[in-house]
């Protein structure tokens, strides 16, 4: 059953609340990082899609954003939850989150969502994604992995720039050594930019090259189910160019980053 428009990420205020600590930090760019925080005590379990709302204390006020987790929900107790995050200057969470070192305090709430895999779905999965979109889908690989129970999976994942495909190397390294039944297709969406030079792979946003994709991969709509990831027009763009491809709608899956119609500047943040 497909996620719809109105089942966007929310505050999770009503989920439990965790004390935790930033444990690790890594940037991938001057506007990209990801960021493990760990809980206090024993790890609040999550599916792989789900997301947890961070929460960082600044001037007596807890200021909160909701990010999909990218870590598999199997190491939480010992790596902590990797939230995928670009730095937004206007918004102030992401200035407060990028001020933080090692060691100091936060908050999770969560976990929410019902963006998550169906159980023993042996289809192709075709993961799209733009941006930090990509968390979920970091996830469900990952945790399907460990559990040893991978699934044939191709993700596309587009981005304005090369330097902003920040899982690039991983999701490479799984697709050369076997680990993973795995197909990495990374777009970029402005060739013509000079941070691009030298670049030999897809050109396009997301929503234009996802019918070559099914194509050259022969992914057949009555075999492969489509999880979606992004703000509400690029989904509503892949999905369309999805059912004219022969796709049924609940053959398609998706997580809004925020309400269609919201400010472009707060929607940024996520």
């Known amino acids: 059953m497909s996620h719809h428009l109105e089942d966007t990420r929310v505050i999770a205020e009503d989920a439990p ?3 935790a600590t930033l444990v690790r930090r890594e940037d991938h760019s001057a506007e990209l990082a990801s960021f493990w925080v760990k809980l206090d005590g024993e790890p609040a379990p999550f599916e792989a ?11 007596g006020k807890l200021w909160q954003r909701p990010y999909s987790v990218a870590s598999a929900p199997s190491v939480a107790g010992t790596e902590g939850y990797e939230l995928y995050v670009r730095l937004i200057p206007v918004i102030r969470f992401t200035t407060l989150l990028w001020r933080l070192e090692v060691g100091a ?8 969502g019902r963006f998550m ?5 042996h289809r192709t999965h075709l993961y799209v994604s733009t941006g930090t979109g990509i968390a979920p889908f970091m996830s469900m690989i990952r945790e399907t992995m460990l559990a040893r129970k991978p699934r044939r999976t191709v993700i596309l994942h587009g981005s304005s720039f090369v330097q902003d495909l920040a899982y690039r190397d991983v999701l490479e390294a799984m697709e050369r050594d076997g680990r993973y039944p795995l197909r990495y297709e990374p777009t970029l969406s402005r060739p013509d930019d000079p941070r691009n030079a030298g670049w030999t792979g897809r050109t396009g946003r997301v929503e234009a090259v996802v019918a070559d994709v099914c194509r050259d991969l022969h992914l057949a709509p009555d075999r492969t189910v489509v999880y979606i990831c992004g703000n509400p027009e690029m989904i509503l763009n892949v ?3 999805l059912m004219r491809q022969g796709f049924p709608e609940f053959h398609v ?14 929607a940024a943040a996520r």
């Open 117 to 121: 895999l169906e159980p023993d779905d």
């Open 253 to 266: 899956k998706k997580e809004l980053y925020w309400p269609k119609g919201k400010e472009v500047a707060a």
């Open 49 to 59: 899609g789900q997301y947890m709302t961070a929460g960082v204390f600044a001037d």
């Open 17 to 19: 609340q965790y004390n």
């Open 105 to 112: 305090r936060m908050r999770l709430i969560g976990p929410k």
């Open 239 to 241: 999905e369309g160019a």
